[in-house]
């Protein structure tokens, strides 16, 4: 008996189906907040105005056993060199000095300060016309000039003019990691700078120092101040 010719066709081999891709990283959910930032002790600034004096001395080359005559000082000139002025011509308080506090009052908490340096940032309201320090504006108060002694490096006694706010106000703008903090957080922590770290000359948290008390604040809620 003769066989039948199979009716079954071959398929044509199937496309690979892509794969889907997993997506593990999500978007950076960054928020801004604002704070309206009330002095409760004086604010002090000394912006680095040396850097031409520096670049002059290191430009002449080596003086060594030559005794130049010391320069007449003018505080008057110093004094006004230690103020951080915008391209605009207000004053202003340099941004990082608030993240870098910010940063630091993480130790007080136990966080992480590696992760608030990835997470925490300051919304400039300027720069500086000289440096381009990005710039936070001092809203209300201004400058008189204070003179004090400090000491140098070497050890010497040293006169500073440097501008002094005895009140001042700020509004100061945030951006944050929401997965990293919550607007509470930001808020604690902010006023955690004011109270216990301080900015400027004379900060709780001074390199060189325990501070003068210099540069304390809090934050105005409702037109209140906070505690």
Known sequence: MQSRPSTTTQQPPQPEQPKREQIQIPPANMRTTTFVLVGTAPYVQNRFSKKAQIMAGQEAGST??????????????????????????WCGIPAPAFRNAAISA???????????????FIVPDGFDK????PLVKI?????????????NANGSIDIRARPMWREWEATLQVQYDAD????????NLINRVGL????????????????????TFTILEDGKKRN
């Open 139 to 151: 809203t209300k108060g201004k400058p008189h000039r204070h003179d004090a002694h400090a000491r």
């Open 130 to 133: 000289e440096d381009d320090m």
């Open 196 to 215: 216990q770290v301080g900015i400027g000359e004379g900060r709780h948290d001074s390199k060189e120092s325990a501070g003068l008390g210099w540069g």
């Open 64 to 89: 060594k056993g030559s005794k130049k005559p010391r320069a007449k000082r003018d505080f008057e000139k110093d004094y006004e060199e230690a103020k951080h002025v915008s391209r605009e011509g």
């Open 180 to 187: 990293q903090f919550t607007l509470t957080d930001v808020a």
């Open 106 to 120: 993480c130790r007080l908490v136990g966080y992480k300060m590696t992760l608030a340096k990835l997470s925490l």
